[in-house]
């Protein structure tokens, strides 16, 4: 098959020339010549290169170089302020342990450095001098929007568990199929996922969560799922036996994650966000499910699933929380905004907004208009009151601590809590926010032994 030549970034190309005129081989390779073949701009130029990296170093004598992955191969090379990844053909030699290869050996054969890489699509090397080396079909198989292993996929899957985590990142992202025996063999060695670090599950997971295909590989690999989540298992194929809901938890569930936006504390909110359901599952005398409790039950078993996946405590604090309220009461009131914006501050209370619209459009389409129609409105209300500077916290009241002290107020938790008081009078809009009225109110009920 021909391709047509990718158009290369200066640096890039004045990186490749400079390795062949030094009597090296050079190419683009892996992510990028997939991304460009897709029609999409690569993130980043990954060259890979016959010359051993201290070839490598002297080609770049005149440049910045950085040297911290020289160990497997990679010189980081600064040109232009683009910051380049060359690397020396590669073998890795074998797998003990699912997850690093026990030595990794130099060639100078590019058909060797190919034979390791994990798909076909990440598998093609392009220079401008020499044009494609695509040894394993992989322009074909980004043509069909194929996921297929370089080699035989139970030994890939095998030498490397993360693999298989990588393969439905791919299809979620790019909204690709895995081809059938690669799609067998990640069924058959799931298990082995639970050798790869948390943290390198954590960032495929997420970026596979955020990928436009979410829903399809939720379900088709709902297994695989469960080997890292095994309290997603309760959920498959639960029935809600309630009139707002025509999917099955794990169903509502992977509608839910595909219907909010894309940020990755978002989506695995949602993934979570139901959890708690089967256990507290019970019918009413009419036979109708119910799930009373069933968010902060969620919010419990979160807790230990945002651990597991070593996410900052910024982030396991708003996955937690987005999961703990995401039934919370939300009204489009002045009063009751401003105090859920006392809550949960403003970022949380956006999100919480998109959490009950992704929590609404997957349950019954004949039932969800109205709060759909009801969180649109709130979320106006929002933005309008967040416009005009509100006032719900109490550093924003026109007195602070000083002037209760000098009004002969004991500083201490009751002053906390008679601020808070001040405060909900402000919101629920029975005093002004001015420093005189604040005083006389002070001074009305505050001194009162
Ligand atoms: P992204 O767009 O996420 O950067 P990428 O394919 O470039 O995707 P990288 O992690 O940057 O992914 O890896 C660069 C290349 O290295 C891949 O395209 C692939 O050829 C190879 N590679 C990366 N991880 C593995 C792995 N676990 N096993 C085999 N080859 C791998
Ligand atoms: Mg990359």
Redesign the pocket.
């Known amino acids: 098959m021909t391709q047509p030549n990718i158009v290369l970034p200066g640096p890039v190309e004045t990186a490749l020339g400079l390795l062949e005129t030094a009597g090296f081989e050079a190419w683009v ?4 010549t ?2 460009a073949l897709l029609g999409d701009t ?3 130029w ?1 060259i890979t290169t016959s010359a051993l990296p201290e070839e490598t170093l002297s080609v770049f004598s005149d440049y910045r170089t950085i040297e911290t992955g020289l160990q497997h191969g990679t010189v980081a090379v600064l040109l232009d302020d683009m910051l380049l990844e060359i690397t020396t053909y590669r073998v ?1 030699g074998t797998y003990k342990d699912s997850r690093h290869p026990d030595a990794v050996t130099f060639t100078r054969t590019l058909g060797e450095d190919l034979a ?4 076909t699509m ?2 093609i090397a392009y220079s401008p001098a020499r044009g494609y080396e695509d040894l394993y079909g992989g322009a074909a198989d980004i043509e069909a929007h194929l996921i297929r292993c370089v080699g035989d996929p139970e030994t ?1 899957f095998t030498e ?1 568990a ?2 298989i985590l ?1 393969a439905l990142r ?1 299809s979620s992202v790019l909204g690709f199929a895995i081809e059938e025996k690669t799609s067998s063999a990640i069924h058959a060695l799931k298990e082995r996922i639970l050798h790869v670090a948390w943290e390198r599950i954590s960032a495929e997971l997420l ?1 596979l969560l955020c990928g436009k295909d979410v829903y399809r590989v939720l379900q088709d690999y709902r297994d695989v799922f469960a080997v890292l989540f095994p309290e997603l298992k309760p959920c498959f194929d639960f029935e809600q036996k309630n009139p707002w809901h025509i999917y099955d938890v794990y169903t509502h569930t992977c509608h839910a994650v595909e219907h909010i936006e894309p940020e990755p504390e978002l989506r695995l909110a949602m993934l979570l966000h139901d959890l708690g359901k089967p256990e507290t599952f019970f019918t009413d005398d009419k036979g109708v499910g119910h799930f009373y409790g069933h968010a902060k039950h969620s919010a419990r078993i979160a807790d230990d699933i945002v651990h597991r996946l070593k996410l900052s405590t910024a982030m396991q604090d708003e996955v937690r929380t987005l999961v703990e309220f995401h039934d919370y009461p939300l009204e489009a009131t002045d009063h009751i905004l401003l105090r859920r914006l006392h809550k949960f501050g403003p970022d949380t209370l956006r999100h919480l907004i998109l959490v009950q619209r992704a929590d609404c459009l997957a349950q019954n389409p004949a039932k969800t208009g109205e709060d759909l129609d009801r969180l649109s409105t709130i979320e106006q209300k929002l933005n309008i009151l967040l416009n005009k500077d509100p006032v719900y916290r109490t550093r924003d009241l026109a007195v602070d601590g000083g002037d209760l002290i000098a009004l002969g107020m004991e500083p201490g938790p009751q002053m906390g809590a008679f601020l808070e008081d001040l405060l909900e009078a402000v919101m629920a809009g029975d005093l002004p926010n001015e420093r005189e009225s604040l005083l006389a109110y002070v001074r009305e009920k505050g001194m009162k032994p």
């Open positions: 390779v892996g992510g990028c997939r991304d690569p993130k980043d990954d890795d390791r890489r994990d798909f990440n598998a890939r490397d993360l693999r990588r791919f970026q």
